[in-house]
Structures are given as structure tokens and as C-alpha cells.
């Protein structure tokens, strides 16, 4: 018999999605998934504040980085990708075992 999950806590929202998504990005490499679950919200509603924090960050001479999705059956790498949600399936070995992409914020030199 599966264990049930334990309840979300609602996050309070003392700062914007995006506030709290660059804060926790320039700590440290996240998934989408991670930031997800960590600001209690849907990793679609995730992606689309990246999209924005990516080109605000830009307008600040900043990046955010993106250690790319790989395969973990075949080990291809898809650093060609910008986009920020996992791939389904490798184009090499057709695996659908795809390890997520990992993001982050340097801090400024």
C-alpha cells in the first residue's frame, strides 16, 4: 500500500515568483523541477518566469546558465538546446530516461 504524500505548506509570498527564483538561482544549479516544488508552483508556471528572468538578467549584463540535459542511457548531450524544460526523448538512442537540465546564475566578476 503506497504512503500518501504529505500536504503542500502554501509558501508565503513576502516576493514575486521572479524575486524568489533568481535568489535561489544565484545560490546554486536547480532544476525546473527542484524550483517547482521548492516555490509551490506548477513547473509550467516555472518555465514561463525563466523565459522572463532570462531576458531581464540579460538587460542586467547577466546570463543564466544552463548545464544541459543528457541521456542517461547513451550519455548524449543536448547542448544545443535553449530550451529550459526536460527533452522526452534522446534523437541518438531514442532512451527516454533524459537526466533535466540544470540552472543557475554566476555571481558577477
Do not use: Y
Amino acid at each position: 500500500m503506497p504512503t500518501p504524500r504529505s500536504p503542500r505548506v502554501p509558501v508565503e509570498h513576502t516576493e514575486t515568483a521572479r524575486q524568489a527564483l533568481r535568489e535561489r538561482l544565484e545560490r546554486g544549479a536547480f532544476t525546473v523541477r527542484e524550483l517547482a516544488r521548492e516555490l509551490g508552483q506548477r513547473e509550467g508556471d516555472v518555465v514561463a518566469h525563466l523565459e522572463h528572468l532570462r531576458r531581464s538578467l540579460a538587460r542586467d549584463g547577466l546570463t543564466l546558465t544552463i548545464e544541459p540535459a543528457s541521456c542517461d542511457r547513451c550519455g548524449f548531450e543536448f547542448d544545443k538546446r535553449t530550451r529550459l524544460s526536460r527533452p522526452s526523448r534522446c534523437p541518438e538512442c531514442r532512451g527516454e530516461r533524459i537526466s533535466a537540465p540544470r540552472l543557475s546564475i554566476p555571481a558577477r566578476r
